[in-house]
């Protein structure tokens, strides 16, 4: 009989803001399947939450409310987690909002979506790595993963606010780097266009345009995004404060 080995994230704690998301799902099941115990938050997806929680192999997981834009929720659920697991060892910011808006359409560009995409998106980075700063510290081996896109870089997005909000996610991942160092790793996974079952329901020619303009001729996959999670989380030590890239190359296009 071969020789088991102990998942390499056995006894992490794992908190995923929006775990209940094409994306976020995704990177729980890895975190899950690489050993950690993990905390699925969500916003109003509570039955999906509950439901993957679930679903997740191992032991111990659970879904819980984390609404990114309630820093007194943020804040409740870091007690929380404090008292029901003793420790947190990652976070990952997955919680993101948009709205198809044509870039040159600023009339459209409403105040109140604006204020939300900002919100959720920037604020809601802050106000998360906040309220779990202290147990993330504790070990002096916390990471933080924030989930970015490639429109930060492109400006080329849903609508110019949300390429806006995704810079800032960047440059937040290299102030919090800095910041947070040494007791606390910060870093950005930034994807191209994801297959998730939102981007399904969107125009089928313009997704294969999409595609198209990328050099590996496809969509990143979700799991492609969860795996670049894994690696910040097991192969990246000694990195902070930087991007990783999960775009198939789309800025060489």
């Avoid at 044509?102 to 906040?130: K, M, Q, S």
Wanted: aromatic share 4%; with cysteine; charged share 20%.
């Amino acid at each position: 009989m071969g020789e088991s080995r102990t998942p390499a994230l056995a006894g992490k704690v794992a908190i995923v803001t929006g775990g209940a998301g094409g994306i976020g799902s995704a990177v729980c099941r890895a975190l899950a399947e690489a050993g950690a115990r993990v905390v699925v938050g969500y916003n109003a997806s509570d039955k999906a939450a509950r439901a993957l929680a679930g679903s997740l192999p191992g032991g111990g997981h659970f879904a819980a409310p984390a609404p990114v834009t309630d820093s007194a929720a943020l804040r409740a659920l870091a007690e929380r987690v404090k008292v029901e697991c003793g420790r947190a060892d990652i976070l990952v910011n997955s919680a993101g909002t948009t709205r198809f808006v044509p870039h040159a359409d600023l009339d459209a560009l409403d105040d109140e979506l604006i204020d939300t995409v900002l919100g959720v998106n920037v604020r809601g980075v802050i106000a998360a790595t906040r309220a779990f700063r202290s147990l993330l510290a504790q070990n002096g081996q916390g990471l933080v993963v924030n989930i970015s896109s490639i429109a930060a870089v492109t400006a080329m997005g849903s609508n110019i606010a949300y390429c806006a909000s995704k810079a800032a996610v960047d440059n937040l991942t290299r102030s919090l780097g800095r910041a947070l160092a040494p007791d606390i790793r910060v870093l950005s996974v930034s994807p191209g266009l994801v297959d998730t079952e939102f981007v399904r329901g969107l125009d089928e020619a313009w997704r294969n345009q999409q595609a198209d303009r990328t050099p590996m001729k496809r969509l990143a996959m979700p799991s492609e995004v969860a795996a670049a999670v894994i690696a910040a989380a097991l192969y990246l030590p000694f990195t902070t404060g930087t991007v990783i890239p999960v775009d198939g190359g789309r800025p060489l296009a």
